[in-house]
Protein backbone atom coordinates (compact mmCIF):
# COMPACT_ATOMS: atom_id res chain seq x y z
CA UNK A 1 0.00 0.00 0.00
CA UNK A 2 1.05 3.36 -0.84
CA UNK A 3 -0.19 6.86 0.36
CA UNK A 4 0.35 9.48 -2.25
CA UNK A 5 0.80 11.92 0.65
CA UNK A 6 3.68 10.38 2.21
CA UNK A 7 7.00 11.71 1.39
CA UNK A 8 8.85 9.73 -0.47
CA UNK A 9 12.28 10.98 0.41
CA UNK A 10 12.02 10.18 4.30
CA UNK A 11 11.66 6.99 5.00
CA UNK A 12 12.42 5.31 9.16
CA UNK A 13 15.82 4.24 9.91
CA UNK A 14 14.81 0.62 9.63
CA UNK A 15 13.81 0.64 6.13
CA UNK A 16 17.05 2.63 5.12
CA UNK A 17 18.89 -0.39 6.85
CA UNK A 18 17.19 -2.99 5.23
CA UNK A 19 17.81 -1.17 1.60
CA UNK A 20 21.78 -0.45 2.54
CA UNK A 21 23.58 -1.41 -0.62
CA UNK A 22 26.38 -3.49 0.82
CA UNK A 23 27.13 -7.34 0.47
CA UNK A 24 26.10 -8.04 4.76
CA UNK A 25 22.65 -9.28 4.83
CA UNK A 26 20.32 -6.45 6.56
CA UNK A 27 17.38 -7.01 8.28
CA UNK A 28 15.88 -4.57 10.87
CA UNK A 29 13.43 -5.73 13.68
CA UNK A 30 10.79 -3.62 15.55
CA UNK A 31 8.48 -3.93 18.31
CA UNK A 32 5.74 -1.41 18.72
CA UNK A 33 7.61 2.04 17.35
CA UNK A 34 4.74 3.63 16.04
CA UNK A 35 4.43 3.28 12.27
CA UNK A 36 6.43 0.08 11.86
CA UNK A 37 3.47 -2.00 11.15
CA UNK A 38 2.61 0.37 8.03
CA UNK A 39 4.46 -0.25 4.69
CA UNK A 40 7.41 3.26 4.54
CA UNK A 41 7.63 3.75 0.39
CA UNK A 42 6.39 -0.05 -0.27
CA UNK A 43 8.79 -1.60 2.80
CA UNK A 44 8.21 -3.20 5.97
CA UNK A 45 10.75 -4.14 8.58
CA UNK A 46 11.73 -7.51 7.78
CA UNK A 47 10.60 -8.46 11.79
CA UNK A 48 7.93 -6.25 13.62
CA UNK A 49 5.57 -6.60 16.80
CA UNK A 50 2.56 -4.23 16.94
CA UNK A 51 1.62 -2.22 20.05
CA UNK A 52 0.51 -3.75 23.12
CA UNK A 53 -0.43 -2.43 26.32
CA UNK A 54 0.35 -5.41 28.52
CA UNK A 55 3.29 -6.18 27.20
CA UNK A 56 5.73 -6.18 29.36
CA UNK A 57 9.57 -4.45 28.98
CA UNK A 58 11.02 -7.97 29.88
CA UNK A 59 9.20 -9.41 27.51
CA UNK A 60 9.90 -7.15 24.46
CA UNK A 61 13.93 -7.03 25.41
CA UNK A 62 13.73 -11.00 25.27
CA UNK A 63 12.04 -10.64 21.84
CA UNK A 64 14.46 -8.18 20.10
CA UNK A 65 17.37 -10.41 21.87
CA UNK A 66 16.24 -13.94 20.25
CA UNK A 67 15.74 -11.73 17.15
CA UNK A 68 19.55 -10.87 17.08
CA UNK A 69 20.40 -14.37 18.08
CA UNK A 70 18.65 -16.47 15.48
CA UNK A 71 20.32 -18.34 12.49
CA UNK A 72 21.80 -16.09 10.18
CA UNK A 73 19.46 -16.29 7.61
CA UNK A 74 16.87 -14.57 9.63
CA UNK A 75 19.03 -12.50 12.28
CA UNK A 76 18.41 -9.25 12.69
CA UNK A 77 21.25 -6.34 12.48
CA UNK A 78 19.00 -3.51 13.76
CA UNK A 79 16.45 -3.07 16.08
CA UNK A 80 14.58 -0.75 17.56
CA UNK A 81 11.70 -0.88 20.28
CA UNK A 82 8.96 1.65 22.29
CA UNK A 83 7.63 0.80 25.44
CA UNK A 84 4.97 2.82 27.17
CA UNK A 85 7.40 4.49 30.03
CA UNK A 86 9.00 6.64 30.23
CA UNK A 87 6.57 7.74 27.89
CA UNK A 88 3.17 7.71 29.73
CA UNK A 89 4.71 9.52 32.47
CA UNK A 90 6.81 12.67 30.48
CA UNK A 91 3.04 12.62 29.05
CA UNK A 92 1.22 12.36 32.45
CA UNK A 93 3.46 15.16 33.70
CA UNK A 94 4.02 17.37 30.53
Given at each position: ???R ?53 D?V ?18 G ?15
Amino acid sequence: MFFRSQNPYSQPIWVSNELANDSFPRRSGVIAWPGSDTPINRHLPSKHLGFASDRSFDSVLNEIFEWFHEPIETRINFGVIYHKEPDSTGKYYY
